[in-house]
Protein backbone atom coordinates (compact mmCIF):
# COMPACT_ATOMS: atom_id res chain seq x y z
CA UNK A 1 0.00 0.00 0.00
CA UNK A 2 0.72 3.39 -0.73
CA UNK A 3 2.23 6.08 2.17
CA UNK A 4 -1.42 7.64 1.21
CA UNK A 5 -3.10 5.00 2.27
CA UNK A 6 -0.98 4.01 5.74
CA UNK A 7 -1.58 8.06 6.58
CA UNK A 8 -5.29 7.79 5.88
CA UNK A 9 -5.82 4.38 8.16
CA UNK A 10 -3.35 6.32 11.06
CA UNK A 11 -4.02 9.82 10.54
CA UNK A 12 -7.82 9.93 10.89
CA UNK A 13 -7.98 8.16 14.51
CA UNK A 14 -5.68 10.23 15.41
CA UNK A 15 -7.08 13.61 14.00
CA UNK A 16 -9.97 11.65 15.91
CA UNK A 17 -8.63 11.59 18.82
CA UNK A 18 -7.52 15.30 18.86
CA UNK A 19 -11.14 15.90 18.63
CA UNK A 20 -11.86 13.51 21.66
CA UNK A 21 -9.25 15.48 24.14
CA UNK A 22 -10.98 19.09 22.66
CA UNK A 23 -14.69 17.36 24.02
CA UNK A 24 -12.88 16.20 27.10
CA UNK A 25 -11.05 19.36 27.88
CA UNK A 26 -14.13 21.24 27.16
CA UNK A 27 -16.00 19.34 29.80
CA UNK A 28 -13.50 19.23 32.39
CA UNK A 29 -15.24 21.13 35.32
CA UNK A 30 -18.15 18.92 35.00
CA UNK A 31 -16.38 15.75 34.32
CA UNK A 32 -16.83 13.97 37.83
CA UNK A 33 -14.14 10.85 36.64
CA UNK A 34 -11.65 13.22 35.08
CA UNK A 35 -8.85 10.21 35.67
CA UNK A 36 -10.79 7.00 34.86
CA UNK A 37 -11.26 8.88 30.99
CA UNK A 38 -8.28 10.44 31.17
CA UNK A 39 -6.67 7.37 30.83
CA UNK A 40 -8.91 5.44 29.27
CA UNK A 41 -8.08 8.34 26.16
CA UNK A 42 -4.38 8.63 26.91
CA UNK A 43 -3.59 4.51 25.41
CA UNK A 44 -5.75 5.10 21.88
CA UNK A 45 -3.34 8.37 21.49
CA UNK A 46 -0.41 6.67 22.37
CA UNK A 47 -1.60 4.16 20.03
CA UNK A 48 -2.04 6.30 17.01
CA UNK A 49 1.31 8.73 17.71
CA UNK A 50 3.36 5.36 17.42
CA UNK A 51 1.97 4.27 14.24
CA UNK A 52 2.19 7.84 12.88
CA UNK A 53 5.12 8.52 13.99
CA UNK A 54 6.77 5.24 13.20
CA UNK A 55 5.36 5.70 9.51
CA UNK A 56 6.84 9.23 9.41
CA UNK A 57 10.28 7.72 10.30
CA UNK A 58 9.70 5.28 7.46
CA UNK A 59 8.42 7.34 5.10
CA UNK A 60 11.79 9.75 5.60
CA UNK A 61 13.99 6.87 4.90
CA UNK A 62 14.62 5.12 8.67
CA UNK A 63 14.48 1.71 9.63
CA UNK A 64 12.20 0.23 12.27
CA UNK A 65 12.13 -3.46 13.67
CA UNK A 66 8.80 -3.71 12.39
CA UNK A 67 7.70 -6.64 15.18
CA UNK A 68 8.53 -4.10 17.96
CA UNK A 69 6.50 -1.34 16.66
CA UNK A 70 3.55 -3.60 15.98
CA UNK A 71 4.26 -4.91 19.53
CA UNK A 72 4.24 -1.90 21.38
CA UNK A 73 1.03 -0.19 18.74
CA UNK A 74 -1.23 -3.90 20.13
CA UNK A 75 0.04 -3.38 24.00
CA UNK A 76 -0.73 0.56 23.81
CA UNK A 77 -4.07 -0.17 22.29
CA UNK A 78 -5.39 -3.03 24.00
CA UNK A 79 -5.51 -1.45 27.25
CA UNK A 80 -6.98 1.47 25.72
CA UNK A 81 -9.73 -1.16 24.13
CA UNK A 82 -10.81 -2.59 27.51
CA UNK A 83 -10.49 0.70 29.57
CA UNK A 84 -12.55 2.17 26.39
CA UNK A 85 -15.55 -0.53 26.65
CA UNK A 86 -15.48 0.10 30.52
CA UNK A 87 -15.36 3.99 30.92
CA UNK A 88 -17.90 4.08 27.53
CA UNK A 89 -20.36 1.90 28.75
CA UNK A 90 -20.41 3.51 32.34
CA UNK A 91 -19.92 7.34 31.49
CA UNK A 92 -21.49 7.37 28.23
CA UNK A 93 -19.88 10.56 26.94
CA UNK A 94 -19.53 10.95 23.04
CA UNK A 95 -15.91 11.42 23.52
CA UNK A 96 -15.00 7.79 24.96
CA UNK A 97 -16.70 6.29 22.69
CA UNK A 98 -14.26 8.04 19.92
CA UNK A 99 -11.91 6.59 22.18
CA UNK A 100 -13.36 3.39 22.53
CA UNK A 101 -13.71 3.59 18.62
CA UNK A 102 -10.36 4.50 17.64
CA UNK A 103 -8.58 2.05 20.08
CA UNK A 104 -10.74 -0.98 18.40
CA UNK A 105 -9.73 0.43 14.91
CA UNK A 106 -5.92 0.83 16.19
CA UNK A 107 -6.02 -2.72 18.17
CA UNK A 108 -7.29 -4.71 14.88
CA UNK A 109 -4.51 -2.73 12.33
CA UNK A 110 -1.54 -3.58 14.75
CA UNK A 111 -2.62 -7.15 15.46
CA UNK A 112 -3.18 -7.66 12.04
CA UNK A 113 0.03 -6.39 11.15
CA UNK A 114 1.73 -8.10 13.99
CA UNK A 115 0.52 -11.36 12.61
CA UNK A 116 1.88 -10.53 9.14
CA UNK A 117 5.36 -9.61 10.11
CA UNK A 118 8.21 -11.51 9.07
Known amino acids: MSFETWWVIFG ?8 AWIGLVSSWNAEKNRVL ?3 A ?17 VQRGGKVDALGVYGDG ?11 FIVALKFKRWFSALALGVSTWMLFWF ?8
Open 111 to 118: GLMMSAAD
Open 41 to 57: MFFPTVATLIACGGLAY
Open 12 to 19: VPLLIMVV
Open 74 to 84: FFASLPGAILG
Open 37 to 39: ITV
